[in-house]
């Protein structure tokens, strides 16, 4: 009895291993996923602040103003800084998260250099705690570095006394979450990863059941298109994902007390296309794939990488060129964009527009993909 149980679960080991070996798509997939995520996280991705965008409002104008700005920048982690005329236009790019940090020199900096008490204003992008206290360090750093002896250069005023130059105290405060909450971050974006693996994990499913159960055929043979087939069956799942989306949003409120600040509106209408693009990616690679098996691994191979470059976990303003753009295909980009803007800087629906249309485009791009690959009758 125990030859016989022990041969039977061979016999069954070899069957299965012969079919694996045969699936090409399954031995692809789990080739590749591996060497795919060894590039990200080895090369593309690090903890270190990188390409920060910034503004500067420097209202000094003179040498040493303008040499300071030159320190930051040679550290390595910034952009050429964006030059702005007021307060009003610096908060604005922070707002609509085209500048991380935003730097004011007054007027008096030249003159307080001379006293010995230079100092400066940082306001900093606090919804990624992490990112912005580090910074806010550099900066800092270079700021308490900063030779201020080079002050003699500039035209002195004749009535000021000149006392012994000290280092430039840099005046910070946080935006958006002034308590550097980690909690505030991920729980923008946890709607938009509950329903990226609600969408793709029942999506992907959809097609490729209806051929392992013999019920492809007859739904082909319906008088309708693919477009047809498709959003019929993406319909049901849309007033799902609303209630999840709703049931995590309400309950991060409730608990943590993180509600949204802006337009309750905005949320509702920027989540429709970014749902429909998720589940069209699903239904998409439910065409692709033959069998169950190959559906779940394709969109386990998506969704790790989605949550990795679209910037629910890690900022991608900070992530290289290249690297950046591939994340820009992502749904849950766009949507973790909107998302955060509508929760944690009071959007409304005027500031989603460009994220809403992106999403509108991904899922119209999907599509098509769907369309062409699923074939409309027999045959």
């Not at 994220?355 to 699923?374: D, E, K, N, S, Y």
Request: glycine share 8%; charged share 15%; net charge positive.
């Amino acid at each position: 009895m125990s030859r016989r149980f022990w041969s039977n679960i061979a016999a069954v080991a070899w069957k299965e291993t012969q079919v694996m070996r045969h699936d090409k798509a399954f031995i692809g997939v789990v080739l590749i996923q591996p060497v795919v995520m060894l590039v990200l996280f080895g090369f593309a991705l690090s903890n270190k602040p990188a390409n920060v965008p910034w503004a500067v409002l420097d209202w000094s104008q003179s040498p040493t103003s303008r040499r300071f700005v030159q320190e930051v920048m040679a550290t390595g982690y910034f952009l050429p800084p964006r030059p702005v005329v007021g307060y009003a236009e610096g908060r604005k790019l922070l707002r609509e998260e085209k500048a991380l940090v935003f730097l004011a020199i007054p007027k008096s900096f030249r003159r307080d250099v001379e006293r010995g008490r230079p100092a400066v204003q940082l306001l900093l992008d606090g919804s990624d705690p992490l990112s912005a206290a580090r910074v806010g360090v550099y900066i800092g750093q270079v700021a308490t570095a900063f030779e201020t002896r080079a002050a003699p250069q500039d035209p002195p005023d004749s009535h000021m006394p000149v006392r012994e130059p000290g280092p430039i105290e840099t005046r910070q405060r946080f935006w958006f979450n002034p308590t550097l909450q980690d909690r505030a971050f991920f729980l923008a974006a946890l709607g938009g990863m509950l329903l990226t693996n609600l969408c793709l994990s029942a999506m992907s499913l959809g097609l490729v059941g209806e051929r392992e159960t013999g019920t492809y055929e007859q739904m082909l043979a319906l008088p309708t298109t693919a477009i047809e087939i498709v959003l019929g069956k993406l319909v049901p799942y849309v007033g799902v994902a609303y209630a999840l989306m709703l049931m995590a949003t309400i309950a991060a409120g409730a608990v943590f007390g993180l509600w949204p600040h802006g337009s309750w509106l905005a949320l509702l209408v920027v989540t429709l296309p970014f749902v429909l693009a998720s589940l069209g990616i699903g239904v998409f690679v439910s065409a692709l794939a033959r069998t169950s098996a190959q559906a779940v691994f394709i969109s386990v191979f998506f969704i790790m990488p989605s949550f990795v470059l679209s910037g629910v976990m890690y900022p991608y303003q900070f992530m290289p060129h290249g690297v950046r753009e591939i994340g820009a295909a992502f749904p849950l980009r766009w949507y973790q964009i909107a998302s955060r803007r509508i929760i944690e800087r009071g959007a409304g629906m005027a500031e989603v527009v460009v994220p809403m249309l992106a999403l509108t485009v991904l899922f119209a791009v999907v599509l098509a993909g769907v369309r062409w690959r699923m074939k409309p009758r027999l045959g």
